[in-house]
């Protein structure tokens, strides 16, 4: 009897199924890294209307409708994103007045029936809005219950999350992978 070494075969085996085990191990890596930037994302978006509705609910305008008092407003809630996201890969953080000038896109809305700018970017954003963010530009509704009754702040996130690796590829039967941005 010759016993026949197996080593080869295992080397090709190994060798067939190690770019394999590498696509996985990175999905499930990025998996991870899409999960945990939602959650910082919307927390960041939450502690930003939570922001400007307490400093809402503190001074109240002096004039009904006065955009420097919503400006100011918008201010807190997109400074507040902004610096939250911070950490997130393709944010564009200024340290300097706590604003991104274009990732995320944010967009902000006071809901009592008198903000001139509800819906409209934050300030500091000098970006031009990417087509994946086109929901963030959705109608308003601007009016929730008037200026005595309602506190409530709208604040819409729009972010481009990268993958680890950027992959396009078309598959047979005219199926495709895309991923990255």
């Given at each position: ?32 890294r899409v999960f945990a930037a939602g959650i910082t994302l919307e927390a960041a978006t939450r502690n930003g209307a939570e922001a400007a509705a307490l400093e809402r609910l503190r001074n109240k305008p002096t004039t009904l409708g006065d955009p420097a008092y919503y400006l100011r407003l918008h201010t807190i809630a997109a400074q507040t994103v902004c610096a939250e ?97």
């Open positions: 009897f010759h016993r026949r070494s197996r080593r080869g075969q295992s080397l090709v085996d190994f060798a067939l199924m190690l770019p394999l085990l590498l696509v996985l191990l990175l999905g499930v890596a990025d998996f991870g996201a911070r950490a997130l890969p393709n944010t564009t953080f200024n340290q300097v007045d706590r604003s991104c000038a274009e990732m995320p896109v944010i967009a902000v809305c006071i809901k009592d029936g008198y903000d001139p700018n509800c819906g409209g970017l934050a300030p500091g954003f000098t970006g031009t809005v990417p087509a994946e963010c086109s929901a963030i530009s959705q109608p308003w509704d601007g009016s929730s219950g008037g200026i005595t009754a309602s506190h409530e702040v709208e604040v819409r996130t729009c972010y481009r999350f990268t993958t680890l690796f950027d992959l396009h590829t078309s598959l047979p039967f005219g199926w495709s992978i895309s991923l990255g941005d």
